[in-house]
């Protein structure tokens, strides 16, 4: 099993940034594949950005694209997610999730692990 734990999450402003963390533990050779999902209340999950094992394979969610940064540290076990510029649209509960899959994909259901979230509320 692999835990995961994120962090980082809280109140900013619009334009404002925020940088969020995800340290996994136990059987990490499980989160080969990294990612980032948000969701808002009334919302169903959605993708954020994900990351291979190498980096060498990102994706990001168009909505995110040009003001996010996903990247990880894999000697810490850690998976970062950069967010500037943010908008109010952004405002949800942000959850990091893992896959042994070698393969970068967007799908929720294809992520065997997740951690138990971090909120990000972004006032206008």
């Known amino acids: 099993q692999v835990q995961l734990v994120e962090s980082g999450g809280g109140l900013v402003q619009a334009g404002g940034s925020l940088r969020l963390s995800c340290a996994a533990s136990g059987r990490t050779s499980s989160a080969y594949v990294m990612g980032w999902f948000r969701q808002a209340p009334g919302k169903e999950r959605e993708f954020v950005a994900a990351?291979?094992?190498?980096?060498?394979?990102?994706y990001y969610a168009e909505s995110v694209k040009g003001r996010f940064t996903i990247s990880r540290d894999n000697a810490k076990n850690a998976v970062y997610l950069q967010m500037n510029s943010l908008k109010p649209e952004d405002t949800a509960a942000y959850y990091c999730?893992?896959?042994?899959?070698?393969?970068?994909?967007?799908?929720?259901?294809?992520?065997?692990?997740w951690g138990q979230g971090t909120q990000v509320t972004v006032s206008s």
């Open positions: 990351i291979s094992w190498t980096g060498g394979s990102i």
């Open positions: 999730a893992a896959s042994g899959r070698s393969t970068v994909f967007t799908t929720p259901g294809l992520y065997g692990h």
